[in-house]
């Protein structure tokens, strides 16, 4: 996931007619209307916070696969198995927005009564931003974590294909004012950010990627182009190549999520997700009661003194803050709820695609926005 | 944490009678015997392990706090709440292997009950290796997490003092041999690798550790004393200074084990450990009963295969197998086991004076080893 860096020849837009158009586009191709604003909140969510690598640039693969069919529009997520506060959910194939809302909310609910829950989620689809989940979880008084798995990109410490997803972790806990939520890729970089830099012919560090020989490689074009044809090109966990900046670790958690969403889920890990069945993904909820583990109204103001101590630590660079997770992320939101959502060309082009595929009003010809 | 490098210099001593010293070292000291043992147990695997930092190099600590009474020998850990899966347990400011030991087999029970059981611990103590207490919750059916705060040492990104711990995670999930365990401090190396490439006269790497100013130091002999005297010299968390690769992913971890340890336990967060009433630490515990999520042996052959998968993907360099987390640590501990456990000179010197200041037998003078 990446922040934009600016409106520079984006369209801007608002949030409602963007969001409006995205609703449109997923009933118009099958999506219930409630599983299509969901979907679109999620999608919309991303863009808002800068996080545009997941928001409605993610909305023609989610229209094509409803309209040929490998993901079901009219899917209904199931639980299949329960056990104290622990529950497996078939999300049978729907988008996974909705079947991932649902868990989340589920687990909440046996948090409530159980302390602590976990679901597990398989047969699932892409979710957008994990961090949409913690919040909304974090906003009902519980601690929780989310993560996904999602096809192959990134190469384990010693390994020279891809093998594990970026795989987000994002965890989210209340506080007094916004809830405190971490939300990032256990890669160093996603594709997209590559993908950017690409087109704004800008250059990558060494240590981001690996080329087929394993050793790291920063001729960009050649990187995208071969992470996305699989020509064995991969990105590299957090800490990079070797062991030097501990890649080995972020190759650890990379795999801690791949345990959880694949093996533990009863889904596909990685490497075999998006086979002729349908994606296959795996999600993992974790919800925490603050109110089991003590009074919540204490927790909340330790959480809140700690953040303030952590913000008012010694910088290391003057005139940068410290910043907590998801400051950045809210700030960008607040910002662009007021002035409109900057979308770049190729994301226009692509939501001009949607409405030629699918015949509902194109995005430019919709009030309260200029694309 | 960190393996050392060989045998050189170092005395090689055998496991049964490095055990014993430590139990006796312990009791005379006013621990009880079962804590002691416990204890020893700990240590001692870390040494087996390679894990050198973390063994008996920490005894010469828990002797002195057993008699200068911050530590309580006689403490028993109390569940002072519980609901559903949840519990909370003061540890009473004693050891923290036994505590620790308590909260995980609690967790492995509770966990057989909910089907998932997180149980935080409060005054507690150091806990030797995290990975010991994941692979005993594994060997009994569960995956399981622990983390633990500790002595502030770590820059969270954008910051210039230390503030968190070192604070390691560990996860282990059963497989048909050994548990998968994964046991890593969230920086990128801990403060005990800087003190050996300090005596051996070895270079350290720019992005570990900065200085007061926050600009990366490689200053070693001044990193290491001003980490020691606190004179604001930090460690980085992995992925190391600033974003460009994924320090803040690095540091957002290490944020999460300081939420789950301090606030949402109730014990310090790592800034505010070590006060006058003791250290005050936090440890967190999950386990997830395999059974609640679905047939146990089906979930086992699919991390089986996935783990299989992984050791056969291409190789970054040929001559380098693809390791996954904790395999290292079982074929030294197996090598040990047989060979002995090499103990550098100033682990040797620190047993001595544990002798010293106890009354017992000096290791040098019992049978099996030649310290």
Redesign the interface.
């Known amino acids: 996931m990446y922040a934009s860096d600016g409106t520079d020849r984006a369209s801007v837009v608002g949030r409602k007619p963007l969001t409006d158009f995205v609703i449109e586009a997923l009933t118009s191709v099958g999506a219930g209307e409630a599983d299509a604003a969901l979907t679109a909140d999620v999608l919309v969510a991303a863009d808002l916070a800068g996080v545009d690598s997941h928001g409605v640039a993610r909305l023609r693969r989610y229209v094509e696969g409803l309209r040929n069919g490998t993901i079901n529009g009219r899917a209904r997520p199931r639980v299949e ?1 329960e ?4 529950s ?1 959910v078939d999300a049978q194939n729907g988008l996974g927005q909705p079947a991932l809302c649902f868990a989340v909310d589920l687990a909440v609910e046996r948090a409530r ?6 679901v ?1 989620v398989r047969r699932s689809n892409h979710i957008g931003i994990a961090g949409w989940y913690t919040e909304r979880a974090a906003r009902s008084g519980t ?1 929780a974590m989310v993560t996904t798995n999602a096809t192959p990109q990134v ?7 891809p ?1 594990f997803g970026t795989d987000p ?1 994002s ?1 989210a ?1 209340p506080t007094a004012g916004e809830p ?1 939520c ?1 939300d ?6 996603p594709r997209g950010k590559l993908e950017r830099l690409d087109r704004e012919g800008k250059p990558m ?1 060494p ?1 981001w990627a ?1 080329g ?1 020989d ?2 790291t490689s920063t001729d960009i074009p050649r990187v995208v182009a071969g992470l996305k044809a699989r020509e ?1 090109y991969a990105l590299l966990p ?4 070797g062991e ?3 890649g ?3 190759s ?2 990379g ?2 999520a ?3 969403c ?5 889904a596909s ?1 990685s ?1 075999h997700t998006y086979g002729p069945e349908g994606a296959d993904l795996g999600q993992f909820v ?1 919800c ?7 009074d919540a109204g ?2 909340t103001r ?2 809140d003194a ?1 953040a303030a ?2 913000r008012a ?5 003057e005139d ?6 998801g400051e950045r992320r809210h700030r960008c939101a607040e910002e662009r709820s007021a002035r409109g959502i900057p979308l770049l060309p190729p994301v226009v082009r692509d939501l001009g695609k949607i409405a030629e595929l699918t015949g509902i009003k194109p995005l430019g010809a919709r009030d309260g926005q200029d694309a």
Do not use: N, Q
């Open positions: 198995r056990h104290g506060g622990v497996v009564e159980h302390g602590v829950a976990a597990a601690f190469a384990p410490t010693g390994a020279a294909e093998m972790v965890y806990v405190l971490y990032a890729a256990t890669s160093i970089v560090l240590g690996v087929p394993g050793a064995g957090v800490g990079g190549l030097e900046y501990g080995h670790k972020g650890g958690i795999l801690l791949e345990l959880l694949g093996p533990l889920t009863g890990w490497k974790l925490l009661d603050l109110a089991a583990l003590g204490r927790i330790d959480v700690m101590e952590i630590a010694r910088r290391a660079d940068v803050p410290v910043r907590l997770p």
